[in-house]
């Protein structure tokens, strides 16, 4: 059982930027594979960010490359979202989530375990 505790989020100007905090428990967090999600009002929950269990594996979304960075602490069971260049599009609630793979993962139903989420919004 992995329980998922995401922070960081807030509002912030086009340009800025945020870390969101993604915090777990469970004994076993350094073998998932993590991963940010995200969701706009009225769109689908999309892919952001992944990193594998040994955090030498990385992918991203074409629409954050360059300006996101996922990190990991598997001594502090943390996940970290580092975005930088924010724009108005990247306003949304973003979630955290375990995939039991251990692996970089895109699709959602790869994911086992979910955090509640937390908001991001990015004025212009």
């Known amino acids: 059982q992995v329980q998922l505790v995401e922070s960081g989020g807030g509002s912030a100007q086009a340009g800025g930027s945020l870390r969101l905090s993604c915090a777990a428990s469970?004994?076993?967090?350094?073998?998932?594979?993590m991963g940010w999600f995200r969701q706009a009002p009225g769109k689908e929950r999309e892919f952001v960010a992944s990193i594998s269990w040994t955090a030498i594996f990385t992918y991203y979304a074409d629409s954050v490359k360059g300006r996101f960075t996922i990190s990991r602490g598997n001594a502090n069971n943390t996940v970290y979202l580092q975005m930088h260049s924010l724009k108005p599009e990247d306003t949304g609630v973003y979630y955290c989530a375990a995939s039991p793979t251990g692996r970089v993962q895109l699709n959602r139903w790869e994911y086992e375990y979910w955090g509640q989420g937390t908001q991001v919004t990015v004025s212009s």
């Open positions: 469970g004994r076993t967090f350094s073998t998932y594979g």
